[in-house]
């Protein structure tokens, strides 16, 4: 069983529409969650740290669910720019850090 | 600040080869992780060094090797290199508390042929 399961994708969503990504992870002792963005080629950076009451950057929200073990990523207004992979993080004791295999995620004008 | 940097950013290497990456984590960061990304999958944990100690590794064979230097920056080895091997190679480092995001270098774009 992985440690962080995603839905690859792809998603294909018309500019302006909302989209969501869940993510599922199997360790409940898990103690810090983040998700990333990878473009192609590149490397992953840092989109956003999920926090237990949830949390809010522009038109990214983000939630953690411990009960379930799920953690899920809302992009509002989609924008051109926001195609590219989106990688569910989780950080488990010791500071070892498990990715998702990505969902892709391409906006279309 | 100085951000994470890797080299080489490409490199093309045979099968049964050695390969050495080096890592410079991150102004402030004591923890550098490396990670190995095959085409359309996540990041897998390699190893952590933290201190100039391995903090932990994943599901790797002994192969696989670091070091991290009191600079804190860091080398990859690969020895015996399969063509498995092919992969982008990530450094990350990170702070060290347990809330701490990774940051990552460009990567080193691996090639066995």
């Known amino acids: 069983r992985k440690e962080v399961e995603q839905d690859p994708g792809p998603f294909n969503v018309p500019e302006g529409a909302t989209v969501a990504f869940n993510c599922t992870y199997s360790?409940?002792?898990?103690?810090?969650f983040f998700w990333y963005r990878q473009d192609c080629r590149k490397e992953p950076k840092l989109l956003m740290s999920?926090?237990?009451s949830g949390n809010e950057d522009g038109r990214f929200t983000a939630q953690l669910n411990r009960a379930s073990q799920y953690i899920s990523l809302l992009i509002r207004d989609s924008k051109l720019s926001d195609s590219a992979t989106y990688l569910c993080v989780v950080n488990e004791a010791g500071n070892q850090f498990y990715f998702g295999t990505g969902t892709s995620l391409t906006v279309i004008p | 600040e100085t951000g994470v940097t890797q080299s080489p950013t490409h490199l093309i290497k045979t099968r049964g080869q050695q390969v050495t990456l080096r890592c410079s984590s991150q102004s402030g960061h004591n923890t550098v992780s490396w990670y190995q990304q095959a085409l359309g999958q996540g990041p897998q944990f390699i190893f952590q060094?933290?201190?100039?100690?391995?903090?932990g590794r994943g599901n790797f064979p002994p192969r696989f090797s670091g070091l991290q230097f009191p600079n804190y920056s860091s080398e990859l080895n690969v020895n015996a290199l399969e063509l498995d091997d092919s992969a982008l190679y990530l450094c990350?480092?990170?702070?060290?508390?347990?809330?701490?995001?990774?940051?990552f270098g460009n990567g080193t774009r691996l090639t066995v042929t």
């Open positions: 999920v926090y237990s």
């Open positions: 060094y933290y201190r100039e100690e391995e903090n």
């Open positions: 990350a480092s990170s702070s060290g508390q347990d809330v701490s995001p990774l940051h």
């Open positions: 360790n409940s002792a898990s103690q810090s």
